[in-house]
């Protein structure tokens, strides 16, 4: 049985005796895994966010987003309209809410102030149940007041500070782009999404988009079915009716399952590119261990006669010089995932987002050191093994 006690008693002495130059050994190891974990770290954290804002406003794998134009089209035709809509709601079943998005430019009036929201948006009255975000304050508008076009709005809590600061904006009158709307309600605060404040908007009937935000053409159509089994049949549905209405596939069709997918993929990619440039300093630490390994192979070349011709074995001798590499490389992935974990953590509470713990990297981190220990020490270890042990005791430094 081979006892490895021994060589790793050796082996972590010789370790400890060279604290600097082991300390040094280990840096572009401690870079690389701290690099990996960092990089890794940020990714999965920035998915998590993501994933977190997009199920936020309502996306789940029961929805449908209908966009104008084909897909992967350079030129965007707005084509998808209010009676296209209105047909959908007819006709797909197992429809549960079907919202209409008309996007414009708004400039708010009440009194003598003015303010230009980030978004100016008419909407359908399911707009608080497929995007889940509901009023704090007041009430949304029903269908019969878009359906009647009655000049009622919800704002955002951006909006209300900018124009009303701490008074309540509810049962106010303001103006949209010159034409007099009551302020009904006001949405749930919903923060920033990646650098978008979500809650700078201006909602509005989607009937009166045409006269307050010059257009009758929708940008786009969310749908949500009762269940996600239902998702394939809806979209085939959807085809069926609007390529009747249009004459030609002039639309793309995204479900939500796909478009996380897709997300996913996008920053899966990206984690993986950063990480394996990353990845080549763990490469160059190796190296340099190998080289330092063989430094101390030249500097031990008596040590290593005196074990020999005490009844050291060429093994006991190889497995000293290995383990003594693996230690090398496995203080410094430790070191590293320390370094790589505080750093994704400042770095992530710094952009106000949750960090996330690359636990499958901190065990990759850990093989990785493991290997490239084990590789760049054999060489070493193998050349402080076959020394022979009387030209070893002659040899002089």
């Known amino acids: 049985m081979i006892n490895l006690l021994e060589p790793f008693k050796i082996a972590s002495g010789s370790i400890v005796a060279n604290k600097t130059r082991s300390l040094l050994t280990t840096l ?12 890794v770290s940020m990714g999965e954290g920035a998915k998590s966010y993501i994933m977190n804002q997009v199920g936020s406003w309502g996306v ?4 449908i987003t209908i966009q104008p134009g084909e897909e992967n089209s350079h030129a965007i035709e707005l084509n998808l309209t209010y009676g296209d809509a209105q047909a959908l709601r007819q006709k797909v079943s197992n429809l549960q809410y079907l919202m209409t998005e008309f996007v414009g430019r708004g400039r708010v009036n009440y009194g003598k102030k003015e303010y230009r929201p980030g978004y100016t948006l008419g909407v359908s009255a399911d707009y608080p149940f497929a995007y889940k975000q509901r009023a704090a304050s007041g009430r949304f508008f029903s269908h019969a007041e878009d359906a009647g076009r009655q000049r009622v709005t919800v704002i955002g809590k951006t909006v209300a500070r900018n124009i009303f600061g701490s008074f309540s904006p509810i049962g106010e009158n303001i103006k949209i782009n010159g034409i007099g709307f009551r302020v009904v309600g006001l949405l ?28 009758n053409k929708i940008w786009e159509m969310f749908i949500t079915v009762n269940d996600e089994k239902q998702v394939a049949q809806a979209v085939r549905e959807i085809k069926k009716i609007l390529i009747a209405r249009h004459k030609k596939e002039d639309f793309h069709i995204h479900t939500q399952e796909g478009l ?20 080549i300093s ?8 190998m080289n330092i390994m063989l430094v101390a192979v030249t500097e031990r070349t008596r040590e290593i006669g005196i074990r020999k011709a005490i009844g050291a074995k060429r093994r006991d001798i190889f497995l000293q010089f290995v383990i003594e590499s693996v230690l090398i490389t496995m203080s410094g992935a430790v070191i590293g995932i320390a370094v790589g974990t505080l750093a994704a953590w400042g770095i992530m509470t710094a952009l106000k987002m949750s960090a996330v713990i ?4 901190v065990y990759m981190a850990c093989l990785v050191a ?5 590789f760049f020490g054999v060489y070493p270890a193998m050349r402080a093994s076959r020394l022979d042990p009387v030209e070893a005791l002659r040899f002089e430094v």
């Open 60 to 63: 789940g794998s029961n929805s």
């Open 260 to 279: 996380i997918d897709i997300i996913n993929n996008i920053l899966n990619a990206m984690t993986g590119i950063v990480s394996a440039i990353a990845a």
């Open 358 to 361: 690359a636990w499958g990297a």
């Open 188 to 215: 749930e605060e919903k923060g920033t999404m990646l650098t978008f404040d979500m809650d700078d908007m201006v909602l509005i009937p989607s009937t009166l988009s045409p006269l307050v935000l010059g257009t």
């Open 28 to 39: 572009g190891v401690i870079i690389g895994v701290a690099a990996v974990i960092t990089l």
């Open 282 to 289: 763990l490469l160059v630490g190796g190296i340099g261990i």
């Open 370 to 374: 493991f290997l490239v220990g084990t």
